[in-house]
């Protein structure tokens, strides 16, 4: 298999001296607009979107990602013309990037799982064929 390693060039760094770059974790959720509101229970396609967000302090950057996911909100008829909403639920997670750079292989967020198993550790590993084969390619 050939591989092919990109390297960033110096200008490709981005400073975070003052601490002021989050990942925020944007929950949104797509479902009928003609649906029963009242039935917590219902199924609805929901994901969790990461996003980069540079503010001042956490509470800029919580009150940024909040219009981020308020803004994505859409409507739209879907291929059975049903009417279809894109809808921003909340922000399931703040993370402070505490690297004083923001470059390629730098660390920008981190799990907590805790005092497990050795057993459970290795369970959160997938091959290199299930993670390439997770992801989508680009849309142009």
Known sequence: ??????????????????????????????????????????????????????????????????????EAEIKFINSDNIEMEYSFVGIADLIPIYDDTIQDGCEIMWTDYGSISNKKTKSYIRSEKEILESIKPKKD
Not at 23 to 43: F, G, H, Q, S, W
Not at 47 to 55: E, P, Q, R, S
């Open 1 to 70: 298999m050939n591989q092919m390693i990109i390297k960033m060039n110096e200008n490709e760094k981005i400073s975070n001296e003052k601490g002021n770059w989050y990942v925020a974790e944007i929950i949104e959720k797509r479902e009928p607009t003609n649906r029963n509101k009242d039935n917590d229970l219902r199924r609805v396609v929901t994901w969790g979107n990461l996003h980069l967000i540079k503010a001042e302090n956490p509470k800029m950057a919580y009150e940024k990602a909040i219009k981020i996911g308020k």
